[in-house]
């Protein structure tokens, strides 16, 4: 499952996803990350049964942790299906329906922001709430 890890610029530099992975003994893919002196942001894939243990050892080390269950929002009423962003995207999230209409699948977004940049009208948004 995809969680969204929001860190401030006081934990930066501790190396907390390696003291995660290590303590939890869980995989951690890193599918996202945008790290300065500020804070950090990072989109990251864990195993779903170990949800719990991550994100307890997560917040204890003072990272903001929310699960991305939509990551990606559609307004389907600005969107005219011109698939600009089918054309961008580099984890396959979106597609025509047999109506040419947009499909959306949230499992594979990993909220690089591409397809926002590319839509001609504004009809998509990346869910921030953490």
């Given amino acids: 499952m995809k969680v969204r890890v ?19 003994k869980s995989l951690i893919n890193i599918l996202r990350a ?11 894939d864990i195993p779903e049964k170990d949800y719990t243990k991550i994100v307890n050892l997560l917040r204890s080390r003072g990272a903001s942790v929310s699960m991305l269950e939509k990551p ?11 698939g600009a962003c089918i054309s961008i995207c580099p984890t ?8 040419k209409s947009i499909s959306v699948d949230y499992e594979r977004c990993i909220q690089c ?16 709430k953490c």
Avoid: W
């Fill in 6 to 24: 929001y860190f401030p610029g006081k934990v930066v530099n501790e190396p907390v996803i390696a003291q995660t992975i290590l303590e939890s």
């Fill in 34 to 44: 945008t790290v300065d002196e500020h804070g950090g942001d990072m989109i990251i």
């Fill in 72 to 82: 990606i929002i559609l307004n389907e009423e600005k969107c005219i299906n011109c």
């Fill in 92 to 99: 396959k999230v979106f597609n025509y329906k047999e109506d």
């Fill in 113 to 128: 922001g591409l397809c926002i940049n590319a839509c001609p009208h504004q009809a998509l948004m990346v869910h921030r």
